[in-house]
């Protein structure tokens, strides 16, 4: 794990998801501008913003540890795979965006 206010760009605290053609796939994220030590100030961003700004700006997920502190924990990046792009966290090849589940206590 990283130092929490590296050189990430955006924190995602919160995903939503929907089944779409039998997949899973992000439906939208709750998404922070990392401008210092508050993740207050957040906006929804669609799967298709995620996707375009994932390729050129660095997104980390934050959760909270079992301590409650809130964490820097992984990357986001995007794979391709059958010439559709997926947006996930960990390197499995599975036809499917993946950020993890989150708590409800980020969905203000």
């Keep these: 794990m990283s130092n929490l206010f590296g050189v990430t ?13 039998g997949k899973t796939l ?7 501008p990392n401008v210092g030590s508050s993740h207050e100030f957040g906006e929804k961003w669609t799967r298709d913003e995620v996707l375009r700004k994932a390729n050129f700006l660095s997104i980390s997920v934050l959760r909270k540890n079992e301590k ?13 795979i059958n010439d559709s ?3 996930r966290i ?11 589940s989150f708590p409800d206590e980020y969905t203000k």
């Design 26 to 32: 992000i439906n939208e994220a709750l998404v922070h």
């Design 85 to 87: 792009q997926y947006i």
């Design 68 to 80: 409650g502190i809130t964490v820097r924990r992984d990357d986001v990046r995007v794979i391709s």
């Design 9 to 21: 760009d955006y924190w995602i605290t919160h995903v939503t998801y929907s089944r779409k053609s």
């Design 90 to 100: 960990d390197d499995e090849l599975i036809e499917e965006d993946f950020l993890g």
